[in-house]
């Protein structure tokens, strides 16, 4: 028996292998905080639970396969509001943001055909690429130029006969940057311009720390429709990760008819969180604001305190809940590992996610992190002197410097 190519070519997550060493850490009593994975603790809308309550369906059946009315109105509702008008055969309702991205690659790539993605990038586009059995052709960025990539003749330089599209996350996961106007427009051009799509992941939209970006959307422009595909999501949004209810978004109806099929193969997204997600886009908009800002508190903290531990190089991230950093260490799988196994202040330990996963270039990011501020003020305060300690430790004990 043989286990597929495109399977073997994924990687574990970098925000979950650690799992195991984590359960042993906590049986021995250690306590862990917990900035590896970007799960919000903001408690979730209590229409999504007032939906379920009131829910009185005698037989749970199957939902349409594109996604329910109720749903696909809602989600017409919100991008209305941000000044995109869209027809209801333009959005399908997935299983999160994740199967957004899986049923856009299987719909768009050959095996082999390529994808431009800047790098760091979120580590499971590598298993959604190479599950369709396409090839990551990775946009170089660094922690010192603030992971910045929108450059017209790098972007370019990457293009070749076999590539079908560019693939970024704005506001970027894990490195917070967020694409200026003129960005999105260079983008966008490029991608018409070489007859590619572009594929938005823009699950963040609302995190947007700084007012003159706006709400970024690429759906604004409208000359790009048959290029243009957005992932969406209400997992961040609404502080509603367990929902696992996203959306993929598109005009051009060659790709409309491909997702339909998957669609269609997998059945339908769960009723019940469908009819929960769509009472989260009746939440009042003071529920953003006030989201927003609890997480640049949270932001400003993060950065204060990384700022305050020698060696470190990090920026500060414009959007999402992530920063990336380099660390004054040699190694931070290896690091992550110790901190877990036999590293303590007072019985408390850290986790992030390291940084390598987070790159397709091989030995890039060996010593970076991404962090994700999900924490309560108190809990990031703590966390981030615990990871200080840790440091100081791992630097006299392992890397006796």
């Known amino acids: 028996m043989q286990i597929s190519i495109n399977a073997n070519r994924c990687e574990p997550s970098p925000m979950r292998k650690f799992h195991p060493y984590a359960v042993a850490a906590e049986a021995a009593g250690k306590k862990i905080y917990h900035l590896n994975i970007g799960q919000p603790d903001l408690p979730t809308p209590q229409e999504y639970y007032e939906a379920m309550r009131t829910f009185d369906k005698k037989t749970l059946g199957y939902a349409e396969s594109p996604g329910m009315p109720v749903l696909i109105h809602a989600v017409q509702n919100y991008y209305k509001q ?35 993605i800047p790098e760091p990038y979120y580590p499971n586009y590598t298993t959604f690429v190479h599950a369709a059995g396409g090839v990551i052709r990775a946009l170089p960025t660094n922690p010192w130029e603030g992971y910045r990539y929108a450059q017209r003749e790098r972007i370019e330089s990457l293009i070749t006969k076999n590539t079908r599209a560019i693939l970024i996350t704005n506001p970027g996961n894990p490195t917070g940057v967020v694409l200026s106007s003129e960005e999105m427009r260079m983008i966008a051009d490029i991608a018409k311009e070489h007859d590619l799509f572009l594929i938005c992941d823009e699950v ?21 429709d048959e290029n243009l595909v957005i992932i969406d999501s209400v997992s961040k949004r609404f502080s509603a990760c367990g929902a696992r209810v996203g959306c993929v978004v598109t005009r051009n109806k060659e790709l409309q008819a491909a997702i339909l099929k998957f669609c269609q193969s997998r059945l339908s997204v769960a009723t019940v969180d469908q009819i929960g997600a769509a009472a989260l886009y009746n939440v009042d908009h003071s529920f953003f604001r006030a989201s927003k800002e609890e997480y640049r508190r949270r932001r400003d903290t993060v950065i204060r305190k990384l700022r305050e ?42 986790m992030f996610a390291p940084g390598a996963p987070f790159y397709e270039t091989p030995g890039k990011g060996i010593n970076e992190v991404r962090i994700a501020y999900v924490l309560k003020q108190e809990d990031l305060e703590r966390a981030l002197d615990v990871l200080a300690k840790g440091i100081a430790v791992y630097q006299r004990h392992v890397m006796k410097i």
Not at 311 to 323: D, L, Q, S, T
Request: contains cysteine; glycine residues 8%.
């Open 309 to 350: 531990i020698p060696g470190v190089v990090v920026e500060e991230p414009m959007g999402a809940f992530y920063v990336m950093a380099s660390l004054p260490v040699d190694d931070t799988d290896k690091f992550q590992y110790w901190l877990l196994d036999h590293f303590d202040d007072y019985g408390d330990t850290v």
């Open 204 to 224: 963040y939209r609302e995190f947007c720390y700084d007012d003159k970006f706006g709400v970024p959307t690429m759906a604004h422009f409208r000359d790009i």
């Open 82 to 116: 941000l000044g995109v008008s869209l027809d209801p055969n333009e959005i399908f309702i997935t299983t999160g943001g994740s199967e957004a991205l899986l049923l856009t690659c299987l719909s768009i790539l050959d095996p082999y055909t390529e994808v431009i």
